[in-house]
């Protein structure tokens, strides 16, 4: 069956990096539009940053552009998310996210999850 499975999340300092994976299941891969999504506690899963099937077109929320970069490599059916310039409010958990036809994910209209990957970034 369809399975995302992210990892790469963890602890860093204020100003640190971290690389998210998720390895997806799907086929075919490529018509998929991917994206990740967070979550922090007491707070509603926000939508972070999506890309196309073939990675032409990316979108990203506001408070992480210029700091995050998505990206997905189809021959190995899976995307990442490259988190630089972190900052505390950047903690929550990550899901990774898939859509059978769009490529700009909205929370409603996600047809797979991932089973999300912690991120903390401490100051």
């Known amino acids: 069956q369809v399975q995302l499975v992210d990892s790469g999340g963890g602890l860093v300092q204020a100003g640190g990096s971290l690389r998210l994976s998720c390895a997806a299941s799907?086929?075919?891969?490529?018509?998929?539009?991917m994206g990740w999504f967070r979550q922090a506690p007491g707070k509603e899963r926000d939508f972070v940053a999506s890309?196309?099937?073939?990675?032409?077109?990316?979108y990203y929320a506001d408070s992480v552009k210029g700091r995050f970069a998505i990206s997905r490599d189809n021959a190995k059916n899976t995307v990442y998310l490259q988190m630089n310039s972190l900052k505390p409010e950047d903690t929550a958990v990550y899901y990774c996210?898939?859509?059978?036809?769009?490529?700009?994910?909205?929370?409603?209209?996600?047809?797979?999850w991932g089973q999300g990957t912690q991120v903390t970034v401490s100051s």
């Open positions: 996210a898939a859509d059978r036809t769009y490529s700009r994910l909205t929370l409603s209209r996600v047809d797979y």
């Open positions: 890309i196309s099937g073939r990675g032409g077109i990316t």
């Open positions: 799907i086929r075919p891969f490529d018509t998929y539009g």
